[in-house]
């Protein structure tokens, strides 16, 4: 038994409890795509951005819930500021649902400059909006500021990024969690603080009329939440690091190519998010070629070096499969698929067509509901497991791993073929000229029907627990 401390059971709670409801606005609007829903129209912007905010957010802070724990076993972060963040994203949530909800903000979960401030909503929803970004982003920023103090205070940062590792010493012993969350925790402060730019924008428009500069604005807001979301996936991966040697029984050590490759990362992955701006011909042409450079460069020290990695650790070994490993295994593939997905559609001439198609939402919801999902669900059974132990059937965890899974790449496909087809994102309504989109939108409506089957089966095996250690 391994005992779980309060606040990282808060923080599965929230994530079990607000998925589930965020996949519900989600079939909503592959409904109202598919024409089964007319009625309900009026809801599908509102609930596009409630739910991409709100899954962008919940996941970065499951990730970093779930790496917050994996840390706890080399360093000590404070409880008091994770306690913190907690009510700042509580706060944060309930203002994102008034304003998008009750207020009728639509602006999408990107809230491109100037749009929020031009929109048919009434003002008071936009200042929820901003109010909510602005708590966000502190409670965010507090934690990661408090976690990176806490490997600073026992870790150099030579040692805390592994550059010994590089220069050919494997003393001290520095694990991989330590390597990878100390890079996604600084690109992290780096994507807070460009939020703080982007709200400074918005406030200096909306307070003193003072417009800002739009494609400065676009930039920053790109840079944050391309930033965002692929840290939240490394804190996942850095938490299948530390969680699966457990189950090949096999360590997953730091290495001269782990150092080398995530050192690489940190320096990337800042850059890779010019591959939103393609279609902006006011963009300086050089940061066009420097997205997509970076774009492929982004897909081997990560994504190859990792799944080898994982290859690796589980070729020929004595690998325990249970609902935690099956599922860490399914987000890595997950990840690789969407990877590729990513990198097919940040190279230039390609992009030419897919911008803006459900190749988008296609390729990222990949890395997302069968990549991120994944990997911190099966941590979440892991921990629960751990903490409050019972009989696995091994029966019903095939079941509902399998119904998840299908019924995800169902979905998702459904995603890929209207994007080849050249079906427009973000259409709440399909026009006649390809109306095509609404008949897969039906079939993806019922294949991630069977997904949310499958994870309501995997609520009930990990809330049982859950409840337990919370009791105990
Ligand atoms: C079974 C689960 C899910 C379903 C049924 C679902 C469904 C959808 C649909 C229908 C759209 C609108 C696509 C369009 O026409 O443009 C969408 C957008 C989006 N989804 Fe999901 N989704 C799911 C899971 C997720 C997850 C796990 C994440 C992230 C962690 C996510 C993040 C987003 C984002 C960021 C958008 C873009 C919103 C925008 O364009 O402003 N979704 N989703
Ligand atoms: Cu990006």
Known sequence: MQRLDRNTLYWMGVTLVVFPILVLLGLLMRAVQAEAATGLQALFYPAMTLHGLGMAGLWFVASLAAANRVLMRYIEPSAAVNRVALLGTLVGVVLLIAATLIGGFAPGWYFLYPLPLHGTWPTWSTIAFLVALAVLGVAWLLWSLDLLRAIAKKYTLRHALAWHYIGGASEPVVPPAIVISTVSLIVCVACLVAAVLVLLGFLGDFVLGAPADALLMKNLTFFFGHVLVNLSLYLAVAVVYDVLPEYAGRPWK???????????VLVIVLF??????????????????????????????????????????????????????????????GWAIGGVGAVIDSTIAVNFKLHNTLWVPAHFHTYMLLGLVPMVLGYFYHACQEAAPQQESAGLHRLLFWLFALGSAGFLLMFYFSGADSVPRRFALYPELIESGSSLALIGLISASVALLGFLIYLWETGRRWVKALAG
């Open 254 to 264: 730091t290495n001269k190519i782990v150092a080398i490759s995530w050192n690489c």
């Open 272 to 333: 890779a998010y010019a591959h939103h701006l393609y279609m902006d011909f006011v963009q300086p042409v050089s940061l066009h070629y420097i997205g997509q450079i970076a774009s492929y460069s982004s897909a081997i020290p990560a994504a190859v070096v990792t799944i080898f990695g994982a290859l690796l650790l589980v070729y020929h070994s004595r690998m325990r499969w249970n609902l935690t490993s099956l599922f860490m295994y399914l987000g890595l593939i």
